[in-house]
């Protein structure tokens, strides 16, 4: 298991377009200028995003992409689920071949991880990753949660 640069960029630009956009599209320019990520890295991310139903894209002059979503119904697991990254733990990806066709002795050890994984990245939305005024931020608030 492990979080790839693709999934982290994607969750990086979506929660950039989230704090920066003013209801007018975001240019892949802009938040390669303020996230540091290629504007063509960014060019293959929004494609899988704009297909999963995370971004609604622009043409023209003052095109650019935007949030298909309200904020606090795009979770973080969407977002990595969209650009393909996968965060199973289990080697055989749940199905229970891991060990010679058969479930192998940690299986069940790894399910659990993996579960716990996505639990957790489920109830993140991008609304609860924006920086709040007041002495906490909602990330805060929601990891005491769980």
Not at 50 to 55: A, D, K, S, T
Not at 107 to 120: F, R
């Amino acid at each position: 298991m492990k979080l790839t640069t693709k999934g982290k960029f994607a969750v990086t630009a979506m929660l950039d377009i989230a704090i920066h956009s003013d209801s007018t599209p975001m240019t892949l320019y802009a938040i390669s200028e303020r996230q540091g990520i290629s504007i063509s890295y960014l060019e293959q991310l929004f494609v899988k995003l704009r297909r999963f139903g995370m971004v609604k894209s622009y043409k023209g002059p003052g095109g650019g992409y935007m949030l298909a979503k309200e904020m606090n119904k795009i979770s973080v697991s969407e977002i990595i689920k969209a650009v393909d990254d996968d965060m199973d733990a289990r080697t055989c990806n749940g199905q229970k071949n891991c060990h010679s066709n058969n479930k192998c002795l940690t299986h069940d050890l790894w399910n659990g991880l993996t579960n716990h994984v996505y639990k957790y990245l489920d109830s993140i939305t991008l609304n609860d990753l924006i920086p709040s005024t007041k002495t906490s931020t909602p990330l805060t608030q929601t990891l005491t949660r769980i």
